[in-house]
């Protein structure tokens, strides 16, 4: 059974990977170093030249409204 799960778990880490790769910049760069590399919002926002920590913390709120939308709508197209 735990094998099962295992390969259920990678499975949809490999969806939500597939679908942030699959991003336009900046989202995917934005998810990228928030979520897998772990910078802070000010090391965001310098390297991707951010005037305002609000504007990008807005934008990050948006890339990631679209990757799950993307997510939730992969989900679907295999179920049917």
């Given amino acids: 059974i735990l094998l ?3 390969h259920i778990e990678d499975d949809r880490i490999g969806v939500v990977v597939s679908q942030l790769e699959s991003l336009p910049n900046p989202c ?3 998810l990228t170093y928030y979520y897998l590399k772990n910078l ?3 090391e965001i926002a310098v ?3 951010y005037k305002s ?3 990008l913390k807005v934008q990050k709120y948006r890339c990631l409204k ?3 939308e993307r ?3 992969n989900k679907v197209k295999n179920i049917v």
């Fill in 4 to 6: 099962g799960e295992n």
């Fill in 28 to 30: 995917r760069s934005i």
């Fill in 40 to 42: 802070t919002y000010e």
């Fill in 47 to 49: 390297s991707l030249h």
């Fill in 53 to 55: 920590i609000n504007s």
């Fill in 66 to 68: 679209s990757l799950k």
């Fill in 71 to 73: 997510v939730f709508n």
